[in-house]
């Protein structure tokens, strides 16, 4: 695999990476305690001024360090250039958290090379947690080496989910969740699912899962999870790209024994 390309300053894409969620959670935090001018894009899915100025942030630097990079950014700010490199970008995942002021968001960038996610990083700036994934060099919680959780079962396993904004899928979600009850040792829908699957890499979650997602709130689990020693995918088991909208996230056993369970409810198929 050849290495990520240095930035025009000389820096590491992690580097890179690294500096731009930290700017951008600077901004979520400096805004968080603050009156936020909030706008809905569709129910229970809003964008705040500080998703927009955060996004702004990100873009600048990174147009300014790696200008023939594309950018695909969930707030509309990006741009198309032939490179086979594209920045993913989610300035602030968990927006509705944010708006209702629970303190449970963050920022998440990638790297992806000809489809392939390469670098990942996803910052809770409140905690000041940052979690950090290069393909081939490990998963690591602010520089220390992190892993997926030791489960074998479902039945053993701490579970973390969120339903989304399309009301068939959430709804889909919520039968899955019944279905399985009481069979796990807890459930919990947090509201970001950048956060999620990050919490599943560093073993928070023994699993996450997801119905509803686009390529900015998984993006950087990809490389989290797969470094971190497990396995991500589709909700059926496929294996995952960046058009993909569901995404399961356990190591090799506990993953198995979801899917499994899963079955037969349409809900890995949709």
């Known amino acids: 695999m050849s290495p990520i390309p240095l930035s025009r300053s000389g820096k590491s894409g992690m580097d890179i990476a690294m500096q731009a969620a930290r700017r951008a959670g600077e901004i979520a935090v400096d805004g968080f305690s603050k009156a936020r001018n909030v706008r809905q894009k569709s129910r229970g899915n809003v964008v705040t001024d500080v998703d927009l100025r955060a996004e702004k942030e990100i873009v600048g630097l990174l147009r300014t360090e790696y200008p023939h990079f594309n950018i695909m950014a969930e707030e509309g700010g990006g741009r198309e250039t032939p490179s086979p490199y594209v920045w993913i970008v989610d300035p602030l995942d968990g927006s509705r958290n944010y708006a209702s002021g629970l303190p449970i968001f963050c920022v998440s960038l990638a790297l992806a090379r000809d489809g392939d996610v390469v670098l990942g990083v996803t910052y809770d700036a409140l905690r000041d947690e940052m979690f950090t994934a290069e393909k081939g060099k490990g998963a690591f919680l602010n520089a220390t080496p992190i892993c997926v959780g030791d489960k074998a079962t479902l039945e053993e396993s701490f579970v973390g989910g969120d339903l989304g904004y399309e009301d068939a899928r959430g709804a889909q979600a919520l039968e899955l969740m019944q279905s ?89 198929g949709t």
């Open 180 to 268: 399985i009850w009481p069979g796990v040792q807890g459930f919990r829908v947090i509201g970001s699912a950048s956060l999620g699957v990050a919490y599943a890499a560093a073993g928070r979650f023994d699993l996450y899962f997801h119905n509803c997602v686009y390529p900015w709130d998984y993006a950087a689990g990809i490389v989290l999870v797969r470094e971190a020693g497990g396995v991500i995918t589709e909700r059926g088991g496929a294996p995952l790209t960046l058009k993909t909208t569901g995404v399961v996230a356990a190591n090799t056993s506990v993953h198995a024994d979801f899917l499994r369970l899963a079955a037969g409810y349409g809900w890995e």
